[in-house]
């Protein structure tokens, strides 16, 4: 049975870092990209980076040089490393499994975590 199960979420102050885990089960990280999103209420899910099957990273312009994204294979499991955090980064994050490439496309992805709420505030 596939399942993505998010972690690591919590409230952070302005400029602090927090890592999000996505652990993966019923299938291998290897032959799949693993994407995060991320949720406001009231605004569409937006995507915010990619890891590809080959292990190439995709990140979204409002945060590049700021998250990264990695993958451990021998643990099954994805990570975002978020630093100098700013409140514009509170949301729902999501991990989404797609094919082997990096798309935003959310309709390629075909499961999803249940989500992690991430707060940035003083």
């Known amino acids: 049975q596939v399942q993505l199960v998010e972690s690591g979420g919590g409230l952070v102050q302005p400029g602090g870092s927090l890592r999000l885990s996505c652990a993966a089960s019923?299938?291998?990280?290897?032959?799949?990209?693993i994407s995060w999103f991320r949720q406001v209420p009231g605004k569409e899910r937006e995507g915010v980076s990619c890891?590809?099957?080959?292990?190439?990273?995709t990140y979204a312009d409002s945060v590049k040089g700021r998250f990264t994204i990695s993958r451990d294979n021998f643990k099954n499991t994805v990570y975002l490393q978020m630093n100098s955090l700013k409140p514009e980064d509170t949301a729902v994050y999501y991990c989404a499994r797609a094919f082997a490439t990096c798309v935003w496309n959310q309709r390629t992805y075909d499961y999803w975590g249940q989500g992690t709420q991430v707060t940035v505030s003083s």
């Open positions: 890891i590809s099957s080959s292990g190439g990273s």
């Open positions: 019923g299938f291998t990280l290897d032959y799949r990209a």
